[in-house]
């Protein structure tokens, strides 16, 4: 199948040999091929080099120290060589045909957008659902196409997801690629200023296959809601969409703003059931100074569920 839309497949990959292969075949296997596979490995120990030079020339390697998912990403851009930027987590894999379908999409909007992306299957863990339905999002025809995409991605639930997206090349690098100093969120935090700044088109069907298979997961490590890491770096990526973009709309600010509220809230809880209670205190407060009312809600909440607080706030 001819086509002049060129796509740069970048997988960034540390110890994860058992796979990697599996996320490989699914880039070569795509109705529709990539221009370049890139692979950027972060370090790995194991065998994932042997793997990747079983694949001859067809495959760009580089390795590089040991310095977290963004910056390989982020170096992944800065070699690839085409105008569309596909990524793919090395214990993923996409469906056969998911880059055609961008592809289709992308010729049929004449790449008027800046990030397409698709729907993926979430992990057993979550069921196999499809991420949309978790998301409560859809689209009725085989793409829609916004100029606005904001409020796409201030849904509850984002309904894009790294694996099953493709960005421009030029505007990933206009935003600042991937903020490497967060360790968790950090692709909420890319679609959040790409769909706030730039048209985005959400593609029927589903990109990626998104597994549990990979023992070292940053999601599964930092993204319960019990990690103060979480929390954390939703403040920063709330606070910084909040300051630095100066289109939002009255009520895309509010929402903003009650959910650094939030953020700061579960932060103060996690603190409080650590029993460090001056900076349970402190983030507490700026939970109420941020927005009253959604501090009172949590709190009114929190009162009814006292499995909430340790025993020895409980009075008995």
């Known amino acids: 199948m001819n086509s002049q839309i060129c796509i740069s497949a970048i997988i960034p990959t540390y110890n994860r040999a058992v796979t990697l292969k599996r996320a490989i075949d699914s880039i070569i296997a795509q109705t529709q091929p990539v221009s370049e596979l890139i692979i950027i490995d972060d370090g790995s120990e194991d065998r994932t080099k042997d793997i990747v030079e079983a694949y001859g020339g067809r495959i760009k390697y580089f390795y590089q120290k040991n310095q977290g998912v963004s910056f390989a990403r982020n170096r992944g851009v800065a070699e690839a060589q085409y105008d569309w930027i596909a990524f793919l ?22 790449a008027k957008a800046d990030l397409y992306f698709c729907d993926s299957q979430r992990s057993k863990r979550l069921k196999n659902r499809l991420h949309w339905d978790i998301a409560n999002f859809a689209v009725k025809d085989s793409y829609e196409l916004k100029a606005d995409g904001s409020d796409w991605a201030l849904m509850p639930i984002q309904p894009m997801i790294m694996p099953s997206s493709v960005i421009r090349k030029k505007t990933f690098l206009e935003v600042g690629g991937l903020p490497a100093h967060l360790i968790t969120r950090e692709d909420t935090f890319l679609f959040y200023k790409i769909a706030l700044l730039y048209p985005v088109c959400a593609v029927q069907g589903c990109g990626a296959i998104v597994t549990s298979d990979a023992s070292n997961r940053l999601t599964e490590n930092y993204s319960s809601l019990n990690s103060l890491v979480y929390w954390k770096n939703s403040v920063y990526l709330y606070e910084s969409i ?5 289109n939002l709309k009255k009520d895309q600010r509010k929402l903003l703003i009650g959910a650094i509220s939030d953020a700061y809230y579960s932060i103060g809880r996690l603190f409080l059931l650590k029993r460090e209670y001056a900076a349970s205190a ?13 501090f009172s809600k949590r709190f009114l909440n929190s009162t009814r569920k006292l499995m909430d607080f340790p025993a020895c706030c409980v009075r008995r």
């Open 89 to 110: 987590d090395s214990d993923d894999y996409w469906h056969v045909d998911y880059i055609r379908r961008i592809v289709n999409a992308i010729e049929a909007t004449h």
């Open 242 to 246: 909040l300051h630095s973009t100066g």
């Open 282 to 294: 402190k983030h507490f407060f700026l939970s109420l100074t941020h927005c009253p009312a959604s």
